[in-house]
């Protein structure tokens, strides 16, 4: 793969996005872990995609009685990081015996 340029302006408005939505994702994770919850172990990832859309459906509404995008985007992280760990899993077991990664 190619090395792609990255113009600098565009270098730090990536950093600062990334750097907002994983604090975001951060605080509420652990929001949820000190209430006791903790359905990002026992749902799927359609669970969490389904929440994610009700936050935002909430959120474009103007429902104020949560904060509906860090949660959004938080349920979307959850399902997007079940859905890697069934793919590293289907791999795993795709590979032939004896391979290493």
């Known amino acids: 793969m190619a090395a792609v340029r990255i113009k600098e302006e565009d270098r730090r408005d990536i950093e ?12 509420v994770l652990l929001d949820g872990a000190q209430k006791g919850k903790d359905s990002f172990r ?11 859309l009700s936050h935002i459906r909430l959120h474009r509404a103007g429902d104020t009685s949560d904060s509906h995008l860090p949660h959004a985007l938080t349920r979307l992280a959850m399902a997007a990081a079940i859905e890697a760990r069934k793919s590293e899993s289907a791999e795993m077991v ?8």
């Open 16 to 27: 600062q996005i990334m750097e907002t939505a994983l604090e975001t994702i951060k605080e």
């Open 42 to 52: 026992t749902e799927d990832a359609d669970f969490h995609f389904e929440r994610a």
């Open 94 to 101: 795709d590979a032939p015996a004896g391979a290493t990664a």
